[in-house]
């Protein structure tokens, strides 16, 4: 290896000490910024969530609440949520705020003062924050406010506080109708959604700040999520909720189309500790599928679902009401079982076990309190 000193100054969030170290061994992640002009590349190295100080958009979401839990499990000293309770609630940071130190700020990650404010200090972030598919639809330009404009703000005041590393959240959106399967990383962008396109734009945006700024950053695209804390009192609920509510008061589920539609279901705390493993990880910059690798057709899913609650229920089926986007979907995770070391741990059946038992916990009402 090689010392080279003489440099000093500061790039983005990332010092340049005056001496620093360059290492030959071609098999490790390496990290890479540009100080005046001058791109320097240093060895990649792990980062420790013990004693940090960790940031969360979202954080009261589904999957930004099972992240704090993790990140609190890990020895987080502070964990920050930023969450305007559109679909997050205080009710899924219970356990967060018993075992740690959790602050709940409301607002908007469009508010820079506010992100100013609450980065502070911060060791990492979680970018979480994002409206449904089908609300974006709806309203294409609040879709770009939030997923666009907010992450660009999350994204420079994260480099303007010095954070050491953002994960955020992206999508299987952004493949569209399937060219292939499975699914990988280097599968086309087939979007035809505000949704994909906005994930697409968070994924250049990251790009962007890393070239610039030396960000250092993992992209995770989610595929199909559920399990506890899903939202349930929400206008956009989740299929499985929905079934769950008919199934609970003697109805046949309802399947929209002929239910060969399939999707790839990734348990939610499978999703939150691959975001452990990425922002623990010595990769600083790269996009991975979240996924199983298992394609379930929603016939299959109902299937599963009714023997779990009711047998003696069959689904009935509908003309679909949309336009059905995306007919098949199952993720390829070789890349990050290989460079982050993720493995899907709970398997279908059982995770729809919990989801239903979480659900039945669930006070009625179809609106959030």
């Known amino acids: 290896m090689q010392s080279i000193s003489e440099h000093t100054g500061n790039s983005g969030s990332f010092p340049v000490s005056r ?30 969530i013990k004693d940090k100080k960790v940031l969360i958009t979202g954080g009261a979401g589904n999957i ?11 020895g987080a000293k502070e964990v920050i949520i930023i969450d305007d309770f559109t679909r997050g609630r205080e009710e899924n940071l219970a356990w967060a705020v018993k075992h740690g130190n959790v602050r709940i700020i ?19 972030v979680f970018h979480q924050a994002a409206i449904r598919i089908t609300q974006c ?21 994260a480099i303007k ?18 060219s292939y399967l499975p699914m ?26 890393r070239e610039k700024y030396g960000m250092n950053y993992i ?59 990425a922002l623990q990880s010595d990769v600083n910059e790269g996009i991975y599928n979240v996924g199983t690798g298992i394609e379930t057709s929603l016939n299959q899913l109902v299937k599963s679902v009714l023997e779990l609650t009711n047998p003696d229920l069959t689904p009935i089926y509908e003309k679909p009401k949309n ?23 709970t398997g279908l059946k059982d995770g729809l076990r919990e989801m239903i038992k979480w659900k039945e916990e669930q006070p009625r009402g179809s609106e959030k309190e």
Request: proline share 3%; with cysteine.
């Open 161 to 178: 506080a010095g954070v050491k590393k953002v994960v955020f959240a992206s999508s299987a959106s952004v493949y569209g109708n399937p």
């Open 106 to 124: 409301k607002g908007d990650i469009c508010d820079r003062e506010l992100l100013s404010k609450s980065l502070k200090g911060v060791d990492y």
């Open 184 to 209: 990988d990383e280097k599968h086309p962008f087939n979007n035809t959604t505000f949704y994909g396109a906005g994930k697409i734009a968070n994924e250049e945006l990251a790009k962007a700040f």
């Open 323 to 345: 336009l059905v986007i995306v007919s098949r979907r199952r993720a390829s995770i070789e890349k990050i079982k290989k460079e982050l070391g993720f493995e899907p741990e």
């Open 64 to 74: 930004g609440s099972h992240i704090a839990d993790a990140v609190i499990e890990e």
């Open 19 to 48: 001496k620093f170290t360059i290492f030959e061994d071609h098999k490790t992640q390496a990290n890479k910024f540009k100080w005046k002009g001058v791109h320097i590349t240093f060895l990649g190295f792990k980062m420790e």
């Open 137 to 157: 639809q709806e309203d294409p330009l609040l879709a770009k406010k939030v997923l666009i404009d907010g992450t660009f703000s999350v994204f420079d005041e």
């Open 219 to 277: 992209g995770l695209r989610y595929f199909n999520v559920y399990g506890p804390r899903m939202d349930i009192y929400g206008v956009y609920t989740e299929v499985m909720i929905r079934w769950l509510d008919m199934i609970k008061e003697g109805r046949q589920p309802v399947i929209f189309g002929d239910g060969k539609q399939s999707m790839d279901f990734v348990y939610v705390k499978d999703i939150a500790r691959a975001n452990i493993l």
